[in-house]
Nanobody, 117 residues
Framework: QVQLVESGGGLVQAGGSLRLSCKFS????????MAWHRQAPGNERELVAA??????HYADSVKARFTISRDNAKNTVYLQMNSLKPEDTAVYYC????????????WGQGTQVTVSS
């Protein structure tokens, strides 16, 4: 069974940076598309960034500020977040799906990111 454990959230001032990490276990990491989603209070969960093979996809709101990367040797996916804004405040979730699946099957517990103005 796939398990995802996030870390790295916290409180940061606007303009600052954070790096989130997500440790994957329970299957072959390289066969999965990995993504980060976020959910702010009162909002729906939204896709922030996804990585599959050498390709990446970003929400327009985070392009040029966030970078998704993965280390297959460590079974870990990262989200580097720079130039953070108060509107980036949310719970961030790591997600995984076998390549070719439409929906994300596996989710982490979430990590809180709070950006103060």
């Amino acid at each position: 069974q796939v398990q995802l454990v996030e870390s790295g959230g916290g409180l940061v001032q606007a303009g600052g940076s954070l790096r989130l990490s997500c440790k994957f276990s329970g299957s072959s990491f390289s066969l999965y598309t990995m993504a980060w989603h976020r959910q702010a209070p009162g909002n729906e969960r939204e896709l922030v960034a996804a990585g599959y093979g050498g390709a990446t996809h970003y929400a327009d709101s985070v392009k040029a500020r966030f970078t998704i990367s993965r280390d297959n040797a460590k079974n870990t996916v990262y989200l580097q977040m720079n130039s953070l804004k108060p509107e980036d405040t949310a719970v961030y979730y790591c997600a995984a799906k076998p390549r070719g699946n439409r929906d994300y099957n596996y989710w982490g517990q979430g990590t809180q990111v709070t950006v103060s103005s």
